[in-house]
Each structure stands twice: as structure tokens, then as C-alpha cells.
């Protein structure tokens, strides 16, 4: 899939890529592996979020028998 991003700071293009050359990758590169981090990050996230929410669920039922 072909991504374009426009209206992007000529100074955040150039620190994207020096950032990625000093990595050895393309820029292209650097910005997939970094948005699939952050995806899996959110994900992370909310699967946290939702045992917490069931843990807490479980927690409010367990008192409420008493």
C-alpha cells in the first residue's frame, strides 16, 4: 500500500532522514517500522485497558454479593 503525506515541514523530512540514514534505512523504511510499532503499542494498550476493565468488573461483582 502507497502512502502520501503532505503539508510535512521540510525540517521534519530532513531529520527523518538523517535520522533513518544514520540507521542504515531508507526513509520509507524507517516511517513503516515506526508506525507499526506505534500500532502495535495501541494495541497493546487497549487489550491492557480491557482487562482492567473486566478485573475491576469481576473486583465491583465480588463485593457486591457481601
Sequence with gaps: MDMFLQNIDLI??????????GKNISSQEFLKVGLKR?????????CDKGRKEKSLNGF?????RK
Design 38 to 46: 506505534r500500532e502495535v503499542q495501541r494495541e497493546l494498550k487497549d
Design 60 to 64: 465491583t461483582k465480588l463485593f457486591a
Design 12 to 21: 521534519v523530512v530532513k531529520k527523518l532522514g538523517g535520522i533513518a540514514k
